[in-house]
């Protein structure tokens, strides 16, 4: 069992930044893929981010590509999103997950997370 806690939300204007953080306990971090999520209302959850377990590989959709970074510490147990450049749009629920599954492939679908966080709101504001 993993618990995952994200924070650092909030409201911020069109163009600024943000920085996320989702703090895991329970079993060891770094066996796990982690990933960012989001959901906005009345929409479908959607992919944002992946991390592999080492830390080297990411992977990021079109559109969060070059304004999103994300990144980890498993020397705190830690996953990070830094936004950027942020846009109204990216107003949601963003949710960090957690994969125990080492792969060569990126996981970028919901339902290959075990885990997950209860979820930080971004409020974008124009």
């Known amino acids: 069992q993993v618990q995952l806690v994200e924070s650092g939300g909030g409201l911020v204007q069109a163009g600024g930044s943000l920085r996320l953080s989702c703090a895991a306990s329970?079993?060891?971090?770094?066996?796990?893929?982690m990933g960012w999520f989001r959901q906005a209302p009345g929409k479908e959850r959607e992919f944002v981010a992946t991390?592999?377990?080492?830390?080297?590989?990411?992977y990021y959709p079109a559109s969060g590509k070059g304004r999103f970074t994300i990144s980890r510490d498993n020397a705190k147990n830690t996953v990070y999103l830094q936004m950027n450049s942020l846009k109204p749009e990216d107003t949601a629920v963003y949710y960090c997950?957690?994969?125990?599954?080492?792969?060569?492939?990126?996981?970028?679908?919901?339902?290959?997370?075990?885990?997950w966080g209860q979820g930080t709101q971004v409020t974008v504001s124009s």
């Open positions: 991390i592999k377990q080492s830390g080297g590989n990411t």
């Open positions: 329970g079993r060891t971090f770094s066996n796990y893929a």
């Open positions: 997950a957690a994969n125990p599954t080492y792969s060569t492939y990126y996981s970028i679908r919901t339902d290959q997370y075990d885990y």
